[in-house]
């Protein structure tokens, strides 16, 4: 396999989010196939313990994420440079009818092996947060 194109790179970022937010887990996950078929390595985020293969790095955040939150990337933030991307992302929760605004810095690189590596950047929300839960769920023993 060769380095996703930067049209091919383009298609996923556009996908990752309005899939995301249609709540279309089956076509989010061929989106993701499409550009990275082989291994996932995340640090959500960095300096927390590395995540490793689809499951953990992709569908497991899904399932917990995607009922409470919505991604939106401006266009102006989202960089596509040779084989890697790169965005802020602002995270949208509402939990327990409480709108909450989170941003993100997030980085991806594509392989020509099929292999992705993930690095996101954020402060970790603490448990009186109303994002608290929700992150000790994700990110167990781990407080901002």
Not at 122 to 142: E, I, Q, R
């Amino acid at each position: 396999m060769a380095v996703p194109s930067r049209e091919q790179l383009e298609k996923w970022a556009d996908g990752y989010v309005s899939l995301w937010n249609a709540g279309d887990k089956a076509a989010w996950e061929k989106n993701w196939r499409a550009v990275a078929p082989g291994e996932f390595r995340m640090l959500d985020p960095v300096g927390t313990p590395e995540k490793r293969g689809f499951e953990g790095c992709c569908l497991k955040p899904y399932d917990l994420f995607q009922p409470v939150i919505r991604y939106h990337v401006p266009k102006e933030t989202r960089f596509i440079c040779g084989n890697e991307v790169g965005w802020v992302m602002e995270n949208h929760f509402t939990i327990g009818g409480q709108k909450v605004l989170m941003r993100s810095i997030e980085t991806f690189r594509f392989e020509a092996d099929g292999s992705v590596t993930m690095r996101t950047y954020y402060d970790v929300p603490g448990p009186d947060s109303p994002l608290g839960k929700l992150f000790a769920t994700y990110l167990p023993g781990h407080a901002s």
